[in-house]
């Protein structure tokens, strides 16, 4: 289906490509909180994996493969939620099925990649949304009406710290394209998306302070990330893959008539003061349970852009320029010096 016909049904008809622990999220929220939505179909290489899901979302059918995702003339948009490395082929595959997409991130490790997938896209003449969920935070997207009003002046500093409670298993560690790509890569997007403008210098100090293991597998868990934006804001990003005390998101952003933070979320408000410590519960402790309502938000605002044939939110170039930063990140610390993002084809 190209973007000008009319939509077969009132409800968008929805394919879901991987049932895995995002599969599962999107799943669930197509099924139990967009009526707008309709699954037809679901498959997963794990067919168990797909079934339980079905059963759970009262999903009708249980695909064999993507492509028999892919050839359901009423499936009008599919969900890619599998491995990383299916996702540019995919992508390719359903523009040419005409199916609408909604992509998680990253699309691939390489530009190249990438912008053939756009260019199918393109010439398809369907929508592309990839899955930057964060932008949907209330949290964050507050922050960034502070800047796009001026609420806070001109915005002169920006800080964003995100670190996970856990490191990842290694097997996924030699898989994810490195920390950049697979953990990064969402604070590259938040940059672009606070700032409004584009990043042009990438300087990156990095190492392994949470698990050998994870530098013998050739990746790093712990970076600090420095940006220089074209109009001449500078950013820092602080990574970690441990922080032992919970999944730790926060942002700042100075201006020169103010600033605006945005503190952890927590699974309620209460702090227990006694004789001894003034204290409250640890923080939502990973990112199924502290973007629970962005998730929902971004396939809404997908959902929507389809039935309503508007530009997707968070389009395919989109999802290429925060690969772009990352490949500068990485060269970056390999390197030790600043990296400017056309060095790497951003």
Same mark, same amino acid.
């Given at each position: 289906?190209?973007?000008?016909?009319?939509?077969?049904?009132?409800?968008?008809?929805?394919?879901?490509?991987?049932?895995?622990?995002?599969?599962?999220?999107?799943?669930?929220?197509?099924?139990?909180?967009?009526?707008?939505?309709?699954?037809?179909?679901?498959?997963?290489?794990?067919?168990?994996?797909?079934?339980?899901?079905?059963?759970?979302?009262?999903?009708?059918?249980?695909?064999?493969?993507?492509?028999?995702?892919?050839?359901?003339?009423?499936?009008?948009?599919?969900?890619?939620?599998?491995?990383?490395?299916?996702?540019?082929?995919?992508?390719?595959?359903?523009?040419?099925?005409?199916?609408?997409?909604?992509?998680?991130?990253?699309?691939?490790?390489?530009?190249?990649?990438?912008?053939?997938?756009?260019?199918?896209?393109?010439?398809?003449?369907?929508?592309?949304?990839?899955?930057?969920?964060?932008?949907?935070?209330?949290?964050?997207?507050?922050?960034?009406?502070?800047?796009?009003?001026?609420?806070?002046?001109?915005?002169?500093?920006?800080?964003?710290?995100?670190?996970?409670?856990?490191?990842?298993?290694?097997?996924?560690?030699?898989?994810?394209?490195?920390?950049?790509?697979?953990?990064?890569?969402?604070?590259?997007?938040?940059?672009?998306?606070?700032?409004?403008?584009?990043?042009? @210098?990438?300087? +990156?100090? &990095?190492?392994?302070?949470? /698990?050998?293991? %994870?530098?013998? =597998?050739?990746? *790093?868990?712990?970076?600090?990330?420095?940006?220089?934006?074209?109009?001449?804001?500078?950013?820092?990003?602080?990574?970690?893959?441990?922080?032992?005390?919970?999944?730790?998101?926060?942002?700042?952003?100075?201006?020169?008539?103010?600033?605006?933070?945005?503190?952890?979320?927590?699974?309620?408000?209460?702090?227990?003061?006694?004789?001894?410590?003034?204290?409250?519960?640890?923080?939502?402790?990973?990112?199924?349970?502290?973007?629970?309502?962005?998730?929902?938000?971004?396939?809404?605002?997908?959902?929507?852009?389809?039935? @309503?044939?508007? +530009?997707? &939110?968070?389009?395919?170039? /989109?999802?290429? %320029?925060?690969? =772009?930063?990352? *490949?500068?990140?990485?060269?970056?610390?390999?390197?030790?010096?600043?990296?400017?993002?056309?060095?790497?084809?951003?």
């Amino acid at each position: 289906m190209t973007q000008g016909e009319t939509l077969s049904t009132q409800k968008l008809n929805i394919g879901i490509i991987g049932a895995g622990r995002i599969g599962k999220v999107h799943a669930e929220t197509l099924a139990f909180r967009l009526p707008e939505a309709n699954i037809v179909a679901i498959t997963d290489v794990n067919r168990e994996a797909a079934e339980a899901l079905a059963a759970r979302c009262n999903i009708p059918k249980v695909a064999a493969t993507s492509a028999e995702i892919l050839a359901d003339k009423q499936i009008e948009a599919v969900l890619i939620c599998s491995s990383t490395n299916t996702h540019a082929d995919l992508i390719v595959q359903a523009a040419k099925a005409g199916k609408h997409i909604f992509c998680e991130k990253p699309i691939a490790f390489s530009l190249e990649q990438i912008d053939n997938s756009l260019a199918a896209v393109k010439a398809a003449g369907v929508q592309l949304q990839i899955g930057f969920n964060r932008r949907f935070d209330a949290n964050f997207a507050r922050v960034r009406h502070a800047v796009a009003t001026g609420e806070i002046g001109k915005p002169n500093l920006l800080h964003i710290i995100s670190r996970d409670p856990a490191p990842p298993p290694l097997a996924y560690v030699k898989v994810s394209g490195g920390i950049f790509m697979d953990m990064t890569i969402h604070d590259f997007d938040m940059a672009r998306f606070l700032i409004g403008d584009e990043v042009e @210098e990438i300087y +990156t100090a &990095a190492g392994v302070r949470v /698990d050998p293991e %994870i530098g013998k =597998a050739g990746d *790093l868990d712990t970076a600090l990330i420095v940006l220089r934006f074209r109009n001449g804001v500078i950013g820092t990003i602080d990574n970690c893959r441990k922080a032992p005390y919970g999944y730790d998101q926060r942002v700042e952003i100075l201006g020169s008539e103010g600033k605006i933070a945005t503190e952890n979320c927590y699974p309620n408000q209460a702090v227990v003061s006694d004789g001894k410590s003034v204290h409250q519960d640890l923080p939502l402790n990973f990112f199924m349970e502290r973007y629970t309502e962005s998730f929902a938000s971004e396939l809404k605002s997908f959902v929507t852009a389809i039935r @309503e044939k508007r +530009t997707t &939110a968070v389009t395919g170039i /989109d999802g290429r %320029i925060p690969v =772009a930063m990352a *490949l500068a990140a990485r060269k970056s610390y390999d390197e030790r010096r600043p990296v400017r993002l056309e060095e790497v084809g951003g």
